[in-house]
């Protein structure tokens, strides 16, 4: 894993100082994401330049990077892992090869097959590879976005980077995105290629460009997944063909030249992907990592974890997470995220990161397995209303996907913590159109009340970008479980996978995440969504399938809610955290943020919201993104 920087310029640098200058000043703002070494290359006329710094897990000793073809003609900057690359490596002549490294794979790849070696590559990656023939720069992204790609064109030319920070330096005047401040306030991420920066954007997952001196960039996909639903198959095969590709899977992201551990966060997606590392490495110890926060057990999932370390032999690390740690480490989250995403997780994402670091450099996590596989309790209460629909219309037992009113009660208790969930859902438009009520359920605005100013949210522009990415070409109109599931796969994933890569590479750690393997995909887009979601419930097929692989108390319970953070009750006790958030949106330039509508008031805020409201950590992270990127 590492950071990469580089720029094309319009024309030749006035001297190749400059460009070398240039080089420096994006890449000293990742070298945290490469803590193992670093390196540069400059064309002699100092119009192109890239830059590479390194962690370094294959090929420890000869795969520092920028790499050049043997010819010269082709230089390649990479970050992320091919999986596979033993496999390319033999079907590219592998007497041939100067190292061991998966960089040098991509770039012979590249020589090869040109820019269809992409769909050739299975693992996480952003690269850029510079043709001194044809004068092009070719930059590509992963399927899914697991490694990040951020863009700016500014007047001297083009730039791009591994993270936002790294373009700061050559941006002019700073601002916020307006339509990127309305899908914020929407989802708490940004769709397509949008940031929160106005003028940077990031290369979407499975893109592609092209790009010449002085000329527009040209963007292309190369990879998409189509829900084209088997029913040819029994639920037996569906069973068998998922073992295999799992297992594949993991065996795939268990490769490295250094140790390989596992986040265990106490649910089935973790827990499930550490227990298959374990079984493939049974020899020697095998970390495990979780936190917890010290506020009760409602904070608390490092009993689960417990579990599966002591019933697989793994050692186990908790990081105790408090009030305090919140304090001292809020604005460094908000630093390495380059924007705000996702809620608040992202906190105890990074102080378990940290522990991790201090242990590996690898480790496995869970990132997918709920867009993947219907893991989120929106999707239970979507069908609990179509059912009640149904029911009232009947029509209750017709259609290939539906469950049905009697069979999805047994699974409602998964509900015990969503009541403030269901009293927005259905507080208008009940019983609406599926695009309608899924946009219901995503949609945070209507909770700001009147916080927001109303002429920053574009929620008709925002409402058509959703509907358009819901109904998409390659997800069929009959199945209301995969228009959600794919949805949150193209949007609300991405963002995850920021907050991953982000706090992981915060501390000099790689994430990798087997869910997210383009085979395992593919397959799982063509289950029948009554397989994966039968009776309403969640990630039926992957418990049903995997269950001897977890502890009964994981794959039992019902009550799994991400990783909640005790902000709103440290922020009524009155103690640091509210000292410090009332200091942060205290000063004249927070008060006056054109996104809010009049002075903002904790307290309000906070009486609008539940236990595990999110409102005042969307605000508050908006308001540090501001301090940090913008002022």
């Not at 902000?567 to 009332?582: E, F, Y």
Request: charged letters at 25%.
């Amino acid at each position: 894993m590492c950071g990469i920087f580089g720029f094309v310029r319009d024309v030749p640098a006035s001297s190749s100082r400059l460009a070398v200058e240039e080089l420096r000043l994006g890449m000293e703002r990742i070298r945290h994401r490469g803590p193992d070494g670093s390196g540069s290359w400059v064309s002699p006329d100092g119009q192109v330049g890239l830059g590479h710094v390194r962690l370094a897990i294959i090929d420890l000793e000869s795969g520092a990077q920028p790499m050049h073809s043997d010819d010269g003609r082709f230089t390649i900057i990479y970050n992320g892992e091919i999986y596979n690359y033993l496999e390319l490596r033999a079907e590219l002549d592998e007497e041939s090869f100067r190292t061991r490294s998966d960089t040098e794979v991509v770039l012979r790849a590249f020589q090869r097959w040109g820019v269809e070696c992409v769909k050739r590559l299975r693992g996480m990656f952003a690269l850029a590879i510079w043709d001194a023939c044809e004068q092009r720069l070719f930059l590509a992204r992963d399927r899914f976005g697991i490694k990040p790609l951020y863009w700016a064109r500014t007047p001297e030319g083009f730039y791009f980077a591994s993270e936002v920070k790294a373009l700061l330096p050559f941006l002019g005047r700073r601002s916020a995105s307006q339509a990127a401040l309305s899908d914020y306030f929407t989802f708490q991420f940004c769709l397509g290629d949008k940031t929160l920066m106005e003028g940077v954007w990031q290369l979407p997952a499975a893109h592609c460009a092209f790009l010449s001196p002085g000329q527009e960039q040209i963007v292309r996909r190369y990879w998409e997944v189509h829900y084209d639903i088997d029913y040819d198959h029994t639920e037996r095969w569906f069973t068998n063909r998922l073992i295999e590709l799992l297992y594949d899977s993991v065996a795939m992201h268990l490769r490295a030249d250094v140790e390989v551990g596992s986040y265990v966060s106490g649910g089935v997606d973790s827990s499930l992907l550490a227990a298959l590392a374990r079984e493939a490495r049974p020899d020697g110890p095998f970390k495990a990592f979780n936190g917890r926060f010290l506020d009760g057990v409602d904070f608390d999932e490092s009993g689960y974890a417990r579990s599966l370390a002591d019933e697989r032999n793994m050692e186990l690390f908790v990081a105790d997470i408090g009030e305090q740690d919140f304090v001292d480490h809020i604005a460094k989250v908000i630093w390495h995220l380059d924007q705000p995403a996702a809620g608040p997780g992202s906190f105890p994402q990074y102080m378990v990161s940290k522990e991790v670091g201090r242990h590996i450099k690898v480790v496995l996590g869970g990132q997918g397995g709920d867009e993947i596989f219907g893991g989120y309790a929106r999707y239970l209460v979507a069908y609990f209303e179509q059912c009640i629909k149904g029911a009232i219309e009947g029509t209750l037992h017709s259609g290939n996907f539906l469950v049905t009113y009697e069979s999805i009660i047994p699974n409602l208790e998964t509900l015990r913590q969503y009541k403030p969930m269901l009293r927005e859902f259905w507080a208008s438009g009940v019983f609406g159109e599926r695009d309608e009520r899924y946009w219901r359920l995503v949609n945070r605005a209507n909770t700001f009340g009147t916080i927001i100013a109303p002429e920053v949210l574009d929620q008709r522009a925002t409402f058509d970008e959703f509907r358009s990415i819901f109904w998409g070409s390659n997800v069929g109109k009959e199945s209301y479980f995969d228009s959600m599931t794919h949805f949150d796969f193209k949007t609300l994933l991405p963002a995850l996978l920021q907050v991953e890569d982000r706090m992981s590479m915060a501390h000099g750690v790689e994430a990798r995440v087997p869910f997210l393997d383009h085979p395992l995909v593919e397959f799982a887009a063509t289950i029948p969504a009554d397989i994966k979601f039968r009776n309403g419930e969640l990630k039926r097929l992957l418990k049903a399938v995997f269950a001897d692989h977890l502890p009964v108390a994981i794959r039992e319970r019902r009550d799994k809610m991400g990783f909640p953070v005790p902000l709103n009750q440290w922020l009524r006790r009155r103690g640091p955290t509210r000292d410090l958030i009332g200091d942060i949106f205290g000063t004249q330039a927070a008060r006056s943020r054109p996104y809010l509508n009049g002075p903002l008031s904790i307290d309000a805020v906070l009486d609008s919201q539940s236990t595990y409201g999110r409102n005042l950590w969307a605000l508050l992270s908006l308001e540090l993104w501001h301090q940090q990127f913008i002022d």
